[in-house]
Nanobody, 115 residues
Framework: QGHLVESGGGLVQPGGSLRLSCQASGFTFSRFVGTWYRQFPGKERDESEWVAEIAPGGTGAGYGDSVKGRFTISRDNDNNKLFLQMNNLKPEDSAVYYC?????WGQGTQVTVSS
């Protein structure tokens, strides 16, 4: 049974940065696309916004329009980790951030951007 565990969320001021991590275990993480989603208040998890994804080998990535140029997705397949570097954070980035790979989802990590 696979598991994903996110970490790195927290409270940050507008313009600040955070780096989210997602630790995978129990499945062959390197074979799957890694994806970050975010769930805004009042929305269900299946209504989450797609944030970014990265190819299994890490050679290609895509971003949602609202984060393009500010967020960077990366992965470390040797250590079964997925990352999301978030720069120039805005209040509208506040959400619960989830990682996903294969059929597995993490439990989410809260990001709050506020002064």
């Amino acid at each position: 049974q696979g598991h994903l565990v996110e970490s790195g969320g927290g409270l940050v001021q507008p313009g600040g940065s955070l780096r989210l991590s997602c630790q995978a275990s129990g499945f062959t993480f390197s074979r799957f696309v890694g994806t970050w989603y975010r769930q805004f208040p009042g929305k269900e998890r299946d209504e989450s916004e797609w944030v970014a994804e990265i190819a299994p080998g890490g050679t290609g990535a895509g971003y949602g329009d609202s984060v393009k140029g500010r967020f960077t997705i990366s992965r470390d397949n040797d250590n079964n980790k997925l990352f999301l570097q978030m720069n120039n954070l805005k209040p509208e980035d506040s959400a619960v951030y989830y990682c996903r790979a294969s059929k597995y989802w993490g439990q989410g990590t809260q990001v709050t951007v506020s002064s």
